[in-house]
């Protein structure tokens, strides 16, 4: 598996090493040695799966309290996948790191805790499969307005399909943040 930081260094890319051949593909998506001789060493406790529509928008959600490190890979479909650091003592605060997860390119995403997470659906149907490291607490959940001008993420789509919940998300200035 190959490990790449991201423009902000806690953040990172895994590339899954592939064994294909005439009867299909394999190859190991988890596995905590490895992970936590990267410097991943953490406990997942919940599995998390969606399937969304195309130009469906989910996020940019996280939690205040019981925050969540997520490990995150299309299963199928295409995503472009979003991580903002909320962690005000970061000197990468407000900054953004994206990636196209699919299931053919098969990449996923490390986004530790402390950070706020959504994704966009390029393809048709995106089904998503995250990992997280504390258990879902919805009193503590909170969410960024997917649009905020100064987090300049780069959208591909300009008017993507919300839940009422993510379009009342809050501009980071005026969102509860980590310290």
């Not at 053919?104 to 997470?117: D, L």
């Not at 393809?123 to 997917?146: H, I, M, N, Q």
Request: glycine share 6%; net charge neutral; charged share 25%.
């Amino acid at each position: 598996m190959t490990l790449t930081q991201a423009a902000i260094p806690d953040v990172v890319v895994l590339e899954p090493k592939i064994f294909e051949d005439n009867r299909g593909v394999f190859f190991e998506a988890y596995n905590r040695k490895k992970f936590a001789a990267a410097g991943l060493d953490c406990e997942f406790v919940q599995d998390n799966q969606s399937v969304s529509k195309k130009n469906v928008l989910r996020g940019l959600h996280y939690q205040i309290t019981q925050p969540q490190g997520k490990l995150v890979r299309a299963l199928r479909g295409e995503i472009f996948d979003v991580a903002v650091d909320c962690r005000r003592s970061s000197p990468h605060f407000g900054k953004n790191v994206h990636v196209v997860l699919s299931a053919q390119n098969r990449k996923m995403i490390w986004i530790p805790a402390g950070f706020a997470h959504g994704f966009l659906v390029l393809s048709e149907t995106a089904e998503v499969l995250y990992k997280t490291t504390d258990f879902y607490a919805p009193e503590f959940e909170r969410t960024l307005l997917w649009n905020d001008p100064e987090l300049s993420i780069p959208w591909p789509s300009s008017e993507p399909l919300l839940s009422a919940k993510d379009q009342q998300g809050l501009v980071l200035q005026k969102a509860e943040t980590f310290a």
